[in-house]
C-alpha cells in the first residue's frame, strides 16, 4: 500500500495554522513519544516545557509567568473559564465576551455550565466597552477581550475592558491564540504589561510556527493553577491542573524550538512579510471593485460573490468564509506573495470565464 502523504500548503488561504520551522518539525518527531502530563517520568520535556512558558512571558510582558503548553486555544480558553469559576464565589456565575469571540468559549460555557453572555460590536468589529459594562453585574466572574480576532483579525480596547473586569471584582482574559505572536511587532495594547490581565491564551501552533498540537495556557498569579490543580494519586508529581492526562511532548519540544530559532527576530520578519503580503492582496481585491475589510492584522475578508468563491475552491483554493459569508484569505506565513500573484490570476480568469 501507498503512504499516505498530508496536502501541500501551497493553496492554503484558510488555516491559522501553517508549515512548522523546519527546527520545530525536527524536535516535534524527536519527542512524539514523550509525555509532558507526567513530568516525574519525562523530565527533558517537562524542562522545555518550562522553557516555553519563559518565552512566552517575555513576549508577553509577564515576569515569572505561570502556564502550560496546552492543546491549543479552545483548552487554554475552556481552563481561563475554569478557573475564573473556580476562583470565585458566584451562585450562577457568567462570563462577558464580545460576539467575535472563538466559539470555543461556548465549548466552555456548555462544559462548565457557566452562562456566556455575548455582546455586539462597534462599528469597526471591535469589543465595545460600554455595551460589555451594561451586561457586567455580581455573577460575572471573567471578562474576555480578543487580540487578533477569528474572522477579521481585530484587537480589542484590551485595558479599557481590563479596568471594566477590575471594577466587577472578575478576572479578565485576553485570548491571543492566533495574534499572540505577531502583536509585539505592532502598536496595539494587548499583554500582560499593557493592562491588568489574569490568563491568556496564545498558541505556538499558528503564527508560533510550532507543529500541532501547541497551545499556550499564560496566568499572572500560582493561584489560578492552582484553582485548576487536581490531586494525582497514581504519578509521582502531586498534581495537575491541564485539562488533558496524556498529551503529546512533540508539540512542547516543537514549541521551544520555534521560540529558539525565531524569537524575536524571525517572528518579526514573519510578521512584516504576513502584513505586507495582506496589504498588497487587499488592494488587489479593492481595485477590482470588491468591499475589502481593511486588515488591522495579516487578515483579509472580502465580499466575494459565491459563485467566484466556488470556482477558485475548483482550482484548488482552500478558502474560508466569515459567518456573515465574506471570504478569509489568512496570510500566514506559508502564503508568499507569489501565492497571491497566482490567487489573483485565478480569481481574474474566473471573473473573465462568468
Ligand atoms: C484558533 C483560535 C482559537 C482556537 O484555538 P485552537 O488551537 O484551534 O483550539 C481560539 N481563539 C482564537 C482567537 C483563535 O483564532
Redesign the pocket.
Known amino acids: 500500500m501507498q503512504q499516505a502523504a498530508p496536502q501541500s500548503f501551497d493553496r492554503v488561504l484558510s488555516s491559522?495554522c501553517t508549515r512548522p520551522h523546519p527546527t520545530a518539525r525536527d524536535a516535534a518527531e524527536r519527542f512524539l513519544a514523550t509525555n509532558p502530563g507526567d513530568p516525574d517520568t519525562y523530565r527533558t520535556v517537562a524542562d522545555l516545557e518550562t522553557r516555553v512558558i519563559a518565552g512566552l512571558g517575555e513576549l508577553t510582558g509577564l515576569a515569572d509567568p505561570q502556564g502550560y503548553v496546552a492543546s491549543?486555544?479552545?483548552?487554554a480558553?475552556v481552563q481561563a473559564v475554569r478557573a475564573a469559576r473556580n476562583r470565585a464565589d458566584a451562585v450562577t456565575p457568567n462570563v462577558v465576551v464580545p460576539e467575535s469571540v472563538?466559539f470555543?468559549f461556548q465549548k466552555a460555557a456548555e462544559v462548565l455550565d457557566v452562562s456566556l453572555r455575548t455582546v455586539p460590536v462597534d462599528a469597526d468589529r471591535r469589543a465595545d466597552p460600554d455595551a460589555m459594562a451594561d451586561r457586567i453585574d455580581a455573577d460575572t466572574v471573567l471578562v474576555v477581550g480578543?487580540a487578533?480576532?477569528?474572522e477579521y483579525g481585530r484587537v480589542d480596547p484590551i485595558p479599557a475592558l481590563a479596568d471594566l473586569a477590575a471594577d466587577a471584582d472578575a478576572r479578565f482574559h485576553v485570548?491571543a491564540?492566533?495574534g499572540g505572536f505577531v502583536l509585539p511587532f505592532t502598536d496595539h495594547d494587548w499583554h500582560f504589561s499593557d493592562a491588568h490581565v489574569d490568563t491568556m491564551?496564545i498558541?505556538p501552533?499558528?503564527f508560533g510556527q510550532a507543529a500541532v498540537p501547541a497551545?499556550g495556557f499564560l496566568a499572572r498569579e500560582a493561584a489560578t493553577l492552582d484553582a485548576l490543580a487536581v490531586e494525582t494519586p497514581y504519578l509521582e508529581s502531586t498534581s495537575q491542573a491541564t485539562l488533558t492526562g496524556t498529551r503529546s511532548g512533540a508539540g512542547v519540544a516543537s514549541a521551544a524550538a520555534a521560540l529558539d530559532a525565531l524569537w524575536p527576530e524571525g517572528y518579526r520578519e514573519t510578521y512584516e512579510r504576513a502584513q505586507s503580503n495582506a496589504a498588497w492582496i487587499a488592494d488587489e481585491l479593492d481595485a477590482r471593485g470588491f468591499d475589502v475589510v481593511d486588515p488591522v492584522l495579516p487578515l483579509v475578508a472580502v465580499d466575494l460573490p459565491g459563485h467566484l468563491f466556488d470556482a477558485l475552491t475548483e482550482r484548488g483554493w482552500r478558502l474560508s468564509r466569515t459567518a456573515r459569508g465574506e471570504l478569509r484569505l489568512v496570510c500566514m506565513p506559508h502564503v508568499t506573495r507569489e501565492t497571491l500573484r497566482e490567487f489573483v490570476r485565478d480569481l481574474d480568469a474566473c471573473r473573465d470565464a462568468h
Not at 72 to 75: A, D, F, V
Open positions: 491559522m491549543g486555544g479552545t483548552e480558553n472563538h470555543s480578543v487578533g480576532t477569528t485570548d491564540a492566533w491564551a498558541d501552533h499558528k497551545g
